[in-house]
């Protein structure tokens, strides 16, 4: 009831209709409940994902500042590794300084199915801060992230079995791990290793830093030129290939955005019933209502304000269920790399917008109802 009257507190400010919509939706605290229940698990799984979606969106970006160095990315279309020759091209564009490339292909680790990144041992440290040195990427070694390391019980000198999707099996030395964040994550060997174990010579990405005091216009100019040319990939400065790593974030939410959508139809529904309901408990009192002098207008405003009460007191204590569940997954999920938390904010007060055009939608049909009730028939009901 308290919290009722606190969300009601500026409809009841409004009059003596605001005051009795108020106190309908206090009366009967468990239908109150139960209705709102309906909305308020919808809007604190929508809140929840979007503060997670957010805090992903903006880690990624952090990340991205932090750790690629690189000027230009390179990555594909679709997830078919490409051509070395489009490294190639670039490399040969006046004003890029270098051209570092990444691999990545499917191993078997101790028996474990996973993903092995290979790099050029010489380049990763121009445009990445990974950390590793080149030494431990030299014939017959591989680095490992220090966390995973950790959790499988592994040490530095450890020897590890390794087959490759070629069908060659071979046991290198974990020389070093790595801490800290970086563009990829897991097993690290170089192109060389891969190379010796028969592997197709494929890109997977390509990092492209520019010469100092460059004409940036006029190599991205000449990019665009080799894109073109190869449109199975994305030549993408940092900003673009942040708003891409969003763009696929925002897709997958807008799906589940979709999906939680058809709660608050049902949550609709569920107002809609209990308003009925209500109205149908008090026929006899709207009768009377009716007959010292309320307009059929106020009536139909007042169920129209208890609504909209119903429907913020499930959106309120929803909202703050999700920001009390989405702040707790994000600090569950920091050292899995999304380390800054972020509120959507426009999405909460576009939740709460909405929840005021749901409020009015339902109490529509049960409105009129009221409305039309014939006074002297209401009043004899028992």
């Keep these: 009831r ?7 507190a500026p409809v009841a400010r409004l009059g003596s209709v605001g005051t009795l919509a108020v106190r309908n939706a206090q009366r009967d605290r468990r239908r109150t409940a139960a209705t709102a229940t309906a909305i308020l698990v919808g809007l604190a799984l929508v809140t929840a994902i979007g503060v ?27 997830f078919v590794p490409f051509s070395p020759e489009v490294g190639d091209a670039i490399e040969a564009v006046p004003g ?17 199915e996973t993903l092995v990144t290979g790099v050029e041992p010489e380049s990763i440290g121009q445009v990445q801060t990974l950390g590793i040195s080149p030494a431990a990427l030299a014939t017959g070694g591989i680095v490992y992230d220090a ?19 070629s069908g060659v099996t071979e046991s290198l030395e974990l020389r070093e791990t790595y801490d800290g964040q970086s563009a990829f994550s897991g ?10 174990a028969g592997l197709p010579m494929v890109d997977s990405f390509l990092y492209a830093p520019l010469e100092p005091d460059v004409d940036v216009a006029a190599v991205r100019a000449q990019l665009d ?15 673009e290939f942040k708003e891409t ?44 209502l009716r007959a010292v002098g309320m307009l059929r207008r106020q009536v139909r405003t007042m169920i129209r304000w208890e609504s909209i009460v119903i429907s913020f007191f499930g959106a309120f204590t929803g909202v703050a269920l999700g920001l009390v569940l989405g702040i707790s997954l994000q600090k569950l999920l920091e050292n899995d790399g999304i380390t800054e938390l972020a509120i959507p904010w426009a999405l909460i007060v576009t939740v709460l917008v909405a929840t005021a055009f749901v409020g009015v939608l339902a109490a529509v ?18």
């Design 245 to 288: 790593i969003s763009g696929q974030i925002n897709q997958l939410l807008s799906l589940v955005y979709a999906l939680l959508g058809l709660s608050v139809i049902i949550a609709i529904f569920g107002v809609v019933n209990t308003l009925a309901l209500s109205i149908i408990e008090r026929t006899r009192e709207i009768g009377m």
């Design 225 to 239: 030129l080799i894109q073109a040319d190869y449109p199975t990939v994305q030549i993408l400065d940092q900003t």
């Design 2 to 8: 308290g919290l009722v009257g606190a969300v009601g």
């Design 187 to 196: 097993w690290t060997v170089s192109l060389q290793t891969m190379e010796a």
């Design 147 to 165: 966390a995973a390391a950790l959790d499988a019980g592994l040490t530095v000198g450890d020897m590890v079995e390794v087959t490759w999707s």
């Design 365 to 382: 049909w049960p409105a009129r109802r009221a409305a039309n009730l014939d006074v002297l028939a209401a009043i004899r009901t028992e």
């Design 52 to 78: 997670l979606g957010s805090s992903t969106t903006k880690s990624t970006d952090a990340l991205v500042d932090d750790v690629i160095t690189a000027d230009f990315i390179v990555q594909p279309n679709g």
């Design 96 to 112: 890029v300084a270098l051209v570092s490339r990444i691999r990545q292909v499917p191993a078997l680790i101790n028996g474990d």
